[in-house]
């Protein structure tokens, strides 16, 4: 009886810390997801480390007193349209997107100084100011055209050295749909334009200028040959040619009249019967 006893009261135990573990499975066991990772909140002891190293995806097992602080590690993007100066005080608008992500072996020291919120604390903020401050060098009519790269570039070097610091990795910058003022744009078209059409006259001109080179060496090269054979050629050698071919004439088969030493220079004339 005693032994039934004893077993009955070992089955309630057993059955009770079952019970227990069920209920507090929860508190015991967590899980983070793909493209996450986790910090522990030790509650009893200093809360979050900044040196420990977050805690990969997966399932884990932790203090019930403890909670688990989740961050998405993944790139994300944020989207800000911005108003914005030229260095002639003009307002320029334009739409900018970041894509960053925190730094994996940072996220303690990010969770510590800056929170979940850090998108709309820091890289908001960092967004406006980099942007005012690059936009303010460059004129309007270069933004658009020019120096749009360049000015791209340079708000990616800063606003990397901004975001570094607040342990944020800057992954790339995109700026689009530049808005210059109406009448700003339409000026700058006229520019452009006129440009264009002075680039084009130009190029006709070298063209025009190349074409009456050819003709000059052309004519000149004329001009030699003429000289040349000017000089080769003599009275003699013009009548000595004029009586080898009055001979070819007069040995064809068609019929003609020759009449010897009639022609100028005493040249045979020759006549044909048509």
Known sequence: ???????????AVASGLFVALIIS?????????SGYAGLIFRTFSGGI????SPVDQGFHVKAPWDRIVVY???QKEVQQKLDVLS???????????VFHQPVYDALGA????????????????AMRSVSREVFAKYLPEEINTSKREEIQIEIQDRLREKLVSNYIQLNDVLIRNIRLPQTLEEAIERKLQQ??????????????????????IEAEGIRDFQEIVSEG?????????????TQKLAESPNSKVVVVGSGDDGLPIILGNN
């Not at 499975?25 to 997801?33: E, H």
């Not at 480390?49 to 420990?52: I, L």
Request: glycine fraction near 4%; charge should be negative; charged fraction near 35%.
């Open 1 to 11: 009886m005693d032994n039934t006893n004893r077993q009955l009261k070992l089955l």
């Open 49 to 52: 480390d900044p040196a420990e």
């Open 25 to 33: 499975w929860s508190s015991l066991t967590y899980t983070i997801q």
């Open 110 to 125: 990010l969770e510590i100084e800056r929170g979940r919120g850090y998108e709309d604390a820091v890289i908001v903020p």
């Open 72 to 74: 998405e590690v993944r």
């Open 195 to 216: 440009e264009q059409e002075s680039l084009e006259y130009e190029f006709r001109l070298e063209k025009e200028t190349k074409e009456a080179q050819r003709k000059r």
């Open 233 to 245: 050629i003599s009275d003699e050698l013009l009548r000595w040619k004029g009586i080898e071919a």
């Open 87 to 97: 260095s002639n005080l003009l307002k320029i608008q334009l739409d900018m997107t």
